[in-house]
């Protein structure tokens, strides 16, 4: 399977006959509302405006399974040795730069993380904690500072 075609189609068409039975044949259909009346709607970062229907959200999972595209952790042990070479990094650069200095240093790889991390996710389909790298960065900052 190379693509998924989706088709929004209102209910009341297939309730008065305007659509045949057979145009369901060999599909999988899902059911639901899109109307905001009815509080199914949940922001996510991939909506155009920022909010999608429960049902979108459902079709937008039911084509990742069937293309094959599971999103996965990354091993465990990965975030928990970069999380001590971060901490290790930033009390490094502390103690050998000035405070502005070592504090872009800290920023500018905390950006580097947040980019990293993103183009795992976006490219290859991995999932990693986004906090904790930056987090022990500024930490190993503010406790060297």
Not at 25 to 37: D, H, Q, Y
Not at 65 to 79: A, S
Not at 94 to 106: D, E, H, I, K, Q
Request: hydrophobic share 50%; proline share 9%.
């Amino acid at each position: 399977m190379t693509g998924v075609q989706t088709c929004a189609l209102p209910i009341y068409r297939v309730l008065n006959g305007e659509v045949s039975p057979s145009y369901f044949a060999e599909k999988i259909v899902l059911i639901g509302v899109t109307s905001p009346v009815f509080q199914d709607i949940h922001p996510t970062p991939f909506a155009p405006h920022g909010n999608m229907p429960g049902i979108e959200i459902h079709a937008n999972t039911l084509e990742t399974m069937l293309l094959d595209l599971p999103i996965t952790r990354v091993p465990f042990f990965l975030p928990v040795i970069l999380l001590f070479l971060a901490g290790m990094f930033s009390v490094w650069i502390t103690n050998y730069y000035r405070p502005l200095t070592s504090l872009a240093g800290v920023l500018g790889a905390s950006g580097l993380w947040l980019g990293v991390s993103y183009l795992w996710f976006a490219y290859g389909q991995l999932w990693v904690d986004l906090v904790p790298i930056p987090g022990a960065l500024l930490l190993g900052y503010g406790t060297t500072v």
